[in-house]
């Protein structure tokens, strides 16, 4: 089993940034993949970045240049950097944790709103 705690969310005009962590526990003895995924109201759950624990990561194209995945090995934390954060990026923001086999766990969630 891994838990995932997210930290970080809250309100933020537009332009602004936030910067969310999510850190996982539990037995966690291989190579994994750490990553954000987001759902605003009326919308289905999407991908926002992932990382793998050897650093390749990926992007949605709408938050490309704007976002920035990074994690920390020895501390199972994954976060995300987000920079000249849009209206659009309002959702709750979730954290993920896969193992290569496919299994897969969810943090609680955390409101990120983007809001003048």
């Known amino acids: 089993q891994v838990q995932l705690v997210e930290s970080g969310g809250g309100l933020v005009q537009p332009g602004g940034s936030l910067k969310l962590s999510c850190a996982a526990s539990?037995?966690?003895?291989?190579?994994?993949?750490m990553g954000w995924y987001r759902q605003a109201p009326g919308k289905e759950r999407e991908l926002v970045a992932t990382?793998?624990?050897?650093?390749?990561?990926n992007y949605a194209d709408s938050v490309k240049g704007r976002f920035t995945i990074s994690r920390d090995n020895a501390k199972n934390t994954v976060y995300l950097q987000m920079n000249s954060l849009k209206p659009e990026d309002t959702a709750v923001y979730y954290c993920n944790f896969r193992w290569p086999w496919g299994s897969n766990y969810w943090g609680q969630g955390t409101q990120v709103t983007v809001s003048s």
């Open positions: 539990g037995s966690i003895f291989s190579s994994n993949t």
């Open positions: 990382i793998t624990s050897g650093g390749t990561t």
